[in-house]
């Protein structure tokens, strides 16, 4: 099976998850530091991989102000497609991570 993938190398890939996973967070949580709690990493990690993901694509996706993060034309864009490509790849990860992987013995609860 020969399977060819049409990408132009001369614009910009939207291949880094961790950034996209970034991104993902700050939108649903309005914040750097909650989507740093969120994901469980530093408020430096997040703020990195936003701005790597901003200059990758050459584009603004959130205006940041002391208070609060608003995204851009651009973010809200992004926003819908961000989600599921995670979503996405979440099934495949589930789908071959647990593929052939079958529990099996005694499940015991006790209070």
């Known amino acids: 099976m020969d399977v060819q993938l049409n990408v132009n190398v001369d614009k910009p890939v ?6 996209i996973r970034c991104f993902a967070a700050v ?3 309005g914040s750097i530091t909650a989507a740093a709690g969120l994901l469980s990493c530093s408020k ?3 703020s990195r991989k ?5 200059s990758r694509i050459n584009n603004k996706l959130v205006t ?3 208070r609060q993060i608003v995204l851009t034309e651009a973010g809200e864009r992004l926003k819908s497609s961000a989600v599921k490509m995670l979503e996405d790849s979440l099934k495949l990860n589930n789908r071959f991570m647990g593929a052939g992987v079958e529990l099996s013995g005694k499940f015991r609860i006790t209070a």
């Open 14 to 19: 939207l291949n880094n998850l961790d950034e």
């Open 44 to 46: 430096s990690h997040v």
């Open 64 to 66: 940041r102000t002391t």
């Open 27 to 29: 939108c649903q949580m």
């Open 50 to 54: 936003l701005s790597s993901l901003e």
